[in-house]
Antibody
């Protein structure tokens, strides 16, 4: 059974960089056809896709966040990571990592448990 | 950018009720539409892909339909564990995988 475990600080200061890691167990992040993505949800609001990455290095980012976001992948650790630069209070959200089946379905079928990241001084 | 709406934004229903949620998109996405269920404090769970394909393990009381710009999620007989928020997600435009604003289903 695939599992995604998230880690990282729950509090980030304004203007700093938010960094989260997702460790995958029960499967390889280097499997063909699988992307690995991040989605966030501000408190009480809906879901926003942040971006997704393939182990080969191919990445897709939400255009509204692209200038501040980097997703990277470490195959040796079976992990992928998210960095959001220059954060503000608007970046306060529950952040989810997820497996992204990047084909005609483009769905997110396995999710991490979510991590609340608060941006505050 | 594609715009997505869901209606209603919330509804109250009783166990055994038939519930229908609508998702509309501003552009034609054929059948590239997925549905998720989210319970408070939990990650979303994939229910339906490609507008009507039920995921493994999802009860058959859930069904999806639609094509183009209009889609529906139907729960044929609402069960206690179905009280949750439901989101649609378009998968046609790969520049951004947009989610709908959600429909909260709570107990009448």
């Amino acid at each position: 059974q695939l599992q995604l475990q998230q880690s990282g600080p729950g509090l980030v200061k304004p203007s700093e960089t938010l960094s989260l890691t997702c460790t995958v167990s029960g499967g390889s992040i280097s499997s063909n056809g699988l992307y690995w993505g991040w989605i966030r949800q501000p408190p009480g609001k809906g879901l926003e896709w942040i971006g997704s990455m393939y182990y080969s290095g191919s990445t897709y980012y939400n255009p509204s966040l692209k200038s501040r976001v980097t997703i990277s992948l470490d195959s040796s650790k079976n992990q992928f990571s998210l960095k959001v630069r220059s954060v503000t209070a608007a970046d306060t959200a529950v952040y989810y990592c997820a497996r992204h089946i990047f084909d005609s379905s483009n769905l997110f079928d396995y999710w991490g448990e979510g991590m609340l990241v608060t941006v505050s001084s | 950018d594609i715009q997505m709406t869901q209606s209603p934004s919330s509804l109250s229903a009783s166990v055994g009720d038939r519930v229908t949620i609508t998702c509309r998109t501003s552009q034609n996405i054929k059948n590239y539409l997925n549905w998720y269920q989210q319970k408070p404090g939990k990650a979303p769970k994939l229910l339906i892909s490609a507008a009507s394909s039920l995921q493994s393990g999802v009860p058959s009381r859930f069904s999806g339909s639609g094509y183009g710009t209009d889609f529906t999620l139907t729960i044929s007989s609402l069960q206690p564990e179905d009280f949750a928020t439901y989101y649609c997600q378009q998968s046609y435009f790969t520049t951004s995988f947009t989610f709908g604003p959600g429909t909260q289903v709570d107990m009448k």
